[in-house]
């Protein structure tokens, strides 16, 4: 049975557990590789200061803590050092120069920002009265809001520096009831088009996410089945990551996950094995080592 994610939040910024834990339990449940991916600090780009983005003065702890992490399990758990660059139009993103000197194994690209014509950022998957506040910026205009965000998804992919695509439509998260938006929309369905010809074009590989159900604020994974096979329409790799914020959550939905890929048409996933001169490397799996 294959079990990885290179998805993971330790106590380093917005998950409980130490680099340590998060270790211990991967190979207690029979990983074969663990990747860590911190948020990036944003505190110095932005001017905003988060309580789930690593803190600038942690940033060089986190990067030791994970490479002695590395060592201290080389030859029984793969260990790999990464981030999740978080993409802000105009301001920061993966792509940034200093975030390729710094000896990473990857990066996760993600939007969780948005940006307003006239206000502040603001997260998408943050509580539904952040996500209300942020929509006066855009003049209650729901579907600008949500063209804003996949705008956001495209400018990253095409300027990239990362290696994988996270959550890629964390939008539908706050849009229980489709308060936000039709997923059957013709605009909606166009930008669910456009990202996975997009994707395909770059050769990234995109993640199939279990965050959402781990933390009990989705019924399914990122992303939905509908942009799952387009995806597979436009041969986009996917790797299985939980998101996990604790070390318990490291496998957690991967049945779930596997359900999903398989529904959508995928016969194999991906698994991180490392970078070689600065591109990471997969390894194609078959669904059945997952289950």
Not at 176 to 181: L, N, T
Not at 204 to 220: F, V
Not at 232 to 249: F, G, K
Request: include cysteine; hydrophobic fraction near 35%.
């Amino acid at each position: 049975m294959v079990r990885s994610s290179i998805h993971t939040h330790t106590s380093f910024c917005d998950g409980s557990g130490s680099v340590e834990d998060f270790c211990r339990a991967a190979f207690e449940k029979g990983f074969v590789s663990l990747g860590f991916s911190a948020h990036a600090p944003a505190a110095k780009k932005t001017g905003m200061t988060t309580g789930w983005h690593l803190p600038e003065e942690k940033l060089e702890e986190y990067l030791d803590t994970v490479r002695a992490a590395k060592r201290r399990w080389a030859g029984t758990l793969d260990v790999y050092l990464g981030l999740e660059v978080d993409y802000i139009s105009g301001i920061m993103g993966p792509a940034d120069k200093d975030y390729r000197e710094m000896g990473l194994d990857y990066i996760i690209g993600s939007v969780h920002y948005i940006v307003p014509p006239k206000a502040l950022p603001f997260t998408v998957d943050g509580p539904p009265d952040e996500l209300e506040a942020g929509l006066k910026g855009f003049g209650g205009d729901r579907e600008g809001l949500v063209n804003a965000y996949w705008d956001a998804v495209e400018e990253m992919t095409r300027l990239g520096g990362f290696d994988v695509l996270g959550h890629p439509d964390l939008i539908k998260k706050n849009n229980a009831g489709e308060r936000i938006f039709s997923p059957s929309a013709a605009f909606y369905q166009k930008r669910l088009w456009d990202i996975a010809a997009l994707a395909g074009h770059s050769g990234l590989a995109a993640e199939i996410n279990t965050g959402g159900m781990n933390r009990q604020k989705t019924p399914d994974p990122y992303p939905s089945l509908p942009l799952l096979r387009l995806f597979l329409e436009n041969n986009v790799p996917m790797t299985i990551n939980s998101d996990a914020h604790r070390p318990e959550d490291l496998d957690g939905h991967y049945p779930d996950a596997v359900r999903a890929l398989v529904n959508a048409g995928y016969t194999e996933a991906v698994v991180f094995v490392g970078s070689k001169n600065g591109k990471a490397q997969w390894k194609n799996e078959p669904l059945a080592r997952f289950s």
